[in-house]
């Protein structure tokens, strides 16, 4: 069984930068899967991130674009964010999850809550 | 971008009772390679959401056949054919042929 577990700052400042880790354990990075990052802001929806293939390839929501990276560490089986000049709208729970190629989000993290304060 | 739309946004159910609930996209989300990414999730308090239906109509790996998909192109709709407790919490569709982009959310609880 396929687990995912977010690590990372519980806390970031504003105009700093967050940045979290997805240990996956039970199955590998490397497998034929996409690997994503989406958030949810306490008390609303769901927000898709961005995306990571096991080639290193990516996908960015255009929204945030300009301010996100979504990396991969091969040798440690995980995959990781980066969200650059963070402010209180980025204050949310943040879930990593495999995403299947038949476009279904099948395993998810339990998420962990990154809130953006001075 | 597409744009995802559920209605109601709140459900009141009966134990026991169907219950629907509808998606639209704001434009086809027919993939050139023939199949249609939309998928719904169901979120309980305090949880990551769960993927329930993939490809429109496919109930993922242990989920009720109570549960079911439909619809093409830009209309979709879930379905549950009698309301169980443990089915209240929020519904999400989330489409995947462009990027990837979710609906707002439809509560489903317990008159």
């Known amino acids: 069984q396929v687990q995912l577990q977010e690590s990372g700052p519980g806390l970031v400042k504003p105009s700093e930068t967050l940045s979290l880790t997805c240990a996956v354990s039970g199955g590998s990075i490397t497998s034929n899967n996409w690997w994503s990052w989406v958030r949810q802001p306490p008390g609303e929806g769901l927000e898709w991130i961005g995306e990571?293939?096991?080639?290193?390839?990516?996908n960015y929501n255009p929204s945030l674009k300009n301010r996100v990276t979504i990396s991969l560490d091969k040798s440690n089986n995980q995959f990781s964010l980066r969200l650059t000049s963070v402010t209180a709208a980025d204050t949310a729970i943040y879930y990593c999850v495999r995403d299947q190629d038949y476009g279904g989000f099948d395993y998810w993290g339990q998420g962990t809550l990154v809130t953006v304060s001075s | 971008d597409i744009v995802m739309t559920q209605t109601p946004l709140s459900s009141p159910v009966t134990l026991g009772q169907p219950a629907s609930i509808s998606c639209r996209s704001s434009?086809?989300?027919?993939?050139?390679?023939?199949?249609?990414?939309l998928s719904w999730l169901h979120q309980r308090p305090g949880q990551p959401p769960r993927l329930l239906i993939y490809?429109?109509?496919n109930r993922f790996s242990g989920v009720p056949d109570r549960f079911s998909g439909s619809g093409a192109g830009t209309d979709f709709t879930l379905k549950i054919s009698r309301v169980e407790a443990e089915d209240v919490g929020i519904y999400y569709c989330m489409q995947a042929t462009q990027f990837r982009t979710f609906g707002q959310g439809t509560k489903v609880e317990i008159k």
């Open positions: 990571i293939f096991r080639s290193g390839g990516t």
């Open positions: 490809k429109i109509s």
């Open positions: 434009q086809s989300l027919a993939h050139s390679d023939g199949n249609t990414y």
